[in-house]
């Protein structure tokens, strides 16, 4: 990578980046880069749960709406106010000990980050969320969140259909433990391009930890994450599909460690790409691994597995090349 830097008489020479040596912030637009979310967005929204007012613009920390249900609200109206936002993307800051709401609608081209720190972990969100309709997503983006379920009644912390397209969670907290434990931290129904990277889901969900429930789920991403669950991990229904014999969208499922009860994957549509995980089980793992891996073998590369029974093995069996 190359920058202009300004040598002694004031002309711009090159910049070389220096593998090992040369950081990002000695580029000239060092910052702009390193904040490029902040940089590029229409309109950045400011949500501070403990001391922010609906009734304010929402603009600044010192007028900050006091929920996201608002705060997103007002980011989806931007985008679509003129043709600024038609190609752009907003962004809401947030920080509070907890909001506590259930969220029924999100924004459209929004990155919603939490910036503030609840307890032991992030911008913390208690409640249990099923956005749908026309002002359901179509690309927001979730980065640093920790999220709950109902404090009495636990039940699936996310619920996605159809309207949630391009959803995204990056680097957040699903915590199980309420009054009841959550039953699932995400479901989802027909919500394409669902992505899902570096998260840790933690306790005992009852039911799968996430689960694509039904209908297409091209394009989903479930990568690098810590998963754990007092049943499965993830879960595929046989009902879903992914489109990849036309478009090459896959289901990619990589780079996972899940703990769990039962089934680290289950993959009863056979379609998911199934790769590099590291699963264990608290169940035998039955013949070739599949009480703890279910899918098609023919998708799946470099997985170990543990379970009851036995330790430490590939998934799927490692085969060997003939004679072609």
């Not at 789920?217 to 479930?222: D, E, N, P, V």
């Not at 754990?228 to 499922?253: C, P, Y």
């Amino acid at each position: 990578m190359v920058s202009q830097a300004i040598d002694a008489r004031g002309s711009k020479k090159p910049f070389i980046m220096r593998k090992g040596i040369s950081v990002l912030a000695d580029l000239a637009d060092g910052q702009q880069a390193a904040n490029i979310a902040l940089q590029g967005a229409k309109t950045v929204f400011y949500c501070e749960g403990n001391s922010g007012s609906d009734t304010s613009d929402g603009l600044s920390w010192d007028t900050a709406f006091k929920t996201l249900t608002v705060a997103l609200a007002a980011s989806n109206a931007d985008i679509a106010v003129n043709s600024q936002g038609w190609a752009s993307r907003n962004v809401i800051l947030c920080k509070a000990d907890a909001f506590t709401e259930d969220l029924v609608l999100l924004a459209q081209k929004t990155d919603v980050i939490g910036v503030g720190h609840h307890d032991r972990y992030q911008t913390g969100l208690i409640g249990n969320h099923v956005p749908t309709g026309a002002t359901a997503s179509y690309g927001t983006r979730f980065f640093n969140f920790h999220f709950m379920g109902d404090a009495t009644t636990g039940a699936d912390i996310w619920t996605l259909d159809i309207y949630n397209v391009g959803l995204e969670f990056h680097n957040c907290f699903f915590d199980s433990v309420s009054g009841t434990a959550a039953t699932a931290a995400i479901v989802a129904e027909d919500a394409e391009d669902l992505k899902i990277v570096g998260c840790e889901f933690m306790g005992a969900f009852s039911d799968a930890v996430i689960e694509l429930s039904a209908g297409n789920s091209r394009g989903t991403r479930i990568l690098s994450n810590y998963i754990e669950g007092a049943n499965d991990g993830i879960h595929i229904n046989s009902s879903v599909i992914d489109d990849s014999g036309g478009n090459q969208r896959g289901i990619l499922i990589q780079g996972n460690v899940i703990r769990c009860a039962t089934y680290a994957i289950l993959d009863s549509s056979n379609i998911a790409m199934i790769i590099d995980n590291r699963c264990m089980t608290a169940a035998d793992l039955g013949a070739y691994g599949a009480g703890c891996i279910t899918g098609n073998t023919q998708l799946g590369l470099n997985n170990w597995i543990s379970g009851d029974d036995t330790d430490n093995n590939a998934w799927p069996v490692i085969g060997t090349l003939g004679a072609s």
